[in-house]
């Protein structure tokens, strides 16, 4: 993702966030109410909606935009010790932003310009290039943090986890055939290479088998057989059914272990574990601490006209929403993170609300 955190940290408002974000069953048209009604009774939902509203919101380019794995993952060396790692992608090209205005007239021109500019990036040489960064966290010490380091909703400090650099991601060719290539491509959180881990954050968990099985109901059951999506190297596990298959025939034995052909389930690919604590059926209990980072990015982090323009960008989608209901709630969080945050959007959109009341 461009951004560092996302909407939700439980797994079961994803169907519920998707159909905020997509057209209205009856009208076809997309909503700004159900946007504004999910996230105003969504007060995890703030720190994103503050991104993704600012400059952050509409990158230039591909070429001009961050990367993050959003969530928090597991390294385990080969001595088998373990630290919690967050994943960064910085542009070599640097961050570059569009305002909204100059974002809506493009859009109008060629909404094909970030395809098209990345594109003609590669086809000319100048490849685009992301410096790949990790934040380290001791195993232990990641249990004990100030903060849950699993919560999808929130970063994790800078200043107590610095940047360490990894190495280089660069985009150097075009696809041959975009379908095959782009359009039937496959991804999986759930896909890991031995020495990397999922963690208990929630939300990661719930995406170790929804994008996998999206994938098998997008492109077909065996998705992963084709050369988009397959490995480079021989695959040996036994499995040769399903709809559109393309592997080949590997004999009479379709079951592991057997006596015949050798091959044996790997135990150093074993994930190492780690022991969790909590209820069945209740969803992890992350701290309700939904303003301070918001707050924190506002009021320190946005310069002066960062913070007009974010404001500009709320005000054009939230002033659409007829209920008077759904803007105060919105407010009064944006209020709970910053007061100026609040009463400029409030005086922005003429919402009369008295801020007196907020706890």
């Given at each position: 993702?461009?951004?560092?955190?996302?909407?939700?940290?439980?797994?079961?408002?994803?169907?519920?966030?998707?159909?905020?974000?997509?057209?209205?069953?009856?009208?076809?048209?997309?909503?700004?109410?159900?946007?504004?009604?999910?996230?105003?009774?969504?007060?995890?939902?703030?720190?994103?909606?503050?991104?993704?509203?600012?400059?952050?919101?509409?990158?230039?380019?591909?070429?001009?935009?961050?990367?993050?794995?959003?969530?928090?993952?597991?390294?385990?060396?080969?001595?088998?010790?373990?630290?919690?790692?967050?994943?960064?992608?910085?542009?070599?090209?640097?961050?570059?932003?569009?305002?909204?205005?100059?974002?809506?007239?493009?859009?109008?021109?060629?909404?094909?310009?970030?395809?098209?500019?990345?594109?003609?990036?590669?086809?000319?040489?100048?490849?685009?290039?992301?410096?790949?960064?990790?934040?380290?966290?001791?195993?232990?010490?990641?249990?004990?943090?100030?903060?849950?380091?699993?919560?999808?909703?929130r970063t994790v400090s800078h200043?107590?986890?610095?940047?360490?650099?990894?190495?280089?991601?660069?985009?150097?060719?075009?696809?041959?055939?975009?379908?095959?290539?782009v359009e039937e491509a496959g991804?999986?959180?759930?896909?890991?290479?031995?020495?990397?881990?999922?963690?208990?954050?929630?939300?990661?968990?719930?995406?170790?088998?929804?994008?996998?099985?999206?994938?098998?109901?997008?492109?077909?059951?065996?998705?992963?057989?084709?050369?988009?999506?397959?490995?480079?190297?021989?695959?040996?596990?036994?499995?040769?059914?399903?709809?559109?298959?393309?592997?080949?025939?590997?004999?009479?034995?379709?079951?592991?272990?057997?006596?015949?052909?050798?091959?044996?389930?790997?135990?150093?690919?074993?994930?190492?574990?780690?022991?969790?604590?909590?209820?069945?059926?209740?969803?992890?209990?992350?701290?309700?601490?939904?303003?301070?980072?918001?707050?924190?990015?506002?009021?320190?982090?946005?310069?002066?006209?960062?913070?007009?323009?974010?404001?500009?960008?709320?005000?054009?989608?939230?002033?659409?929403?007829?209920?008077?209901?759904?803007?105060?709630?919105?407010?009064?969080?944006?209020?709970?993170?910053?007061?100026?945050?609040?009463?400029?959007?409030?005086?922005?959109?003429?919402?009369?609300?008295?801020?007196?009341?907020?706890?």
């Amino acid at each position: 993702m461009s951004l560092p955190v996302f909407f939700i940290r439980d797994a079961k408002k994803f169907p519920d966030f998707i159909h905020t974000q997509k057209r209205d069953p009856k009208t076809h048209l997309h909503s700004d109410r159900a946007k504004w009604d999910f996230w105003s009774y969504s007060p995890e939902s703030l720190h994103m909606v503050t991104m993704l509203f600012g400059d952050r919101g509409i990158p230039a380019t591909y070429r001009n935009m961050n990367g993050f794995g959003n969530h928090t993952f597991l390294w385990v060396n080969e001595a088998g010790e373990r630290s919690w790692v967050k994943y960064h992608f910085k542009p070599k090209a640097g961050v570059k932003s569009l305002t909204a205005d100059v974002a809506t007239k493009l859009d109008g021109e060629n909404p094909d310009s970030a395809t098209q500019d990345l594109e003609e990036s590669i086809k000319k040489g100048d490849y685009p290039e992301w410096t790949m960064y990790v934040q380290i966290i001791p195993f232990e010490e990641g249990w004990n943090y100030k903060q849950n380091i699993f919560d999808v909703t929130r970063t994790v400090s800078h200043k107590d986890y610095p940047l360490h650099e990894v190495g280089t991601m660069t985009f150097n060719r075009n696809p041959e055939n975009y379908f095959t290539d782009v359009e039937e491509a496959g991804f999986s959180p759930a896909n890991l290479v031995p020495g990397i881990e999922a963690s208990p954050d929630k939300m990661l968990q719930g995406r170790l088998f929804s994008y996998a099985d999206a994938q098998r109901y997008r492109v077909g059951a065996n998705a992963n057989q084709l050369p988009v999506n397959a490995p480079k190297v021989p695959v040996h596990d036994h499995q040769v059914d399903g709809v559109m298959g393309t592997n080949k025939n590997t004999g009479d034995i379709n079951y592991e272990p057997n006596s015949f052909d050798g091959i044996k389930e790997e135990p150093s690919a074993k994930e190492t574990g780690y022991d969790v604590e909590g209820r069945i059926g209740n969803h992890v209990t992350y701290d309700d601490d939904f303003y301070t980072q918001p707050g924190i990015l506002y009021r320190d982090i946005m310069s002066e006209d960062e913070r007009e323009r974010l404001v500009s960008n709320i005000a054009a989608s939230l002033g659409n929403v007829d209920d008077e209901d759904i803007q105060k709630r919105e407010v009064t969080q944006f209020y709970k993170a910053d007061p100026d945050y609040g009463k400029r959007v409030a005086e922005a959109i003429d919402l009369d609300i008295d801020f007196d009341t907020i706890d």
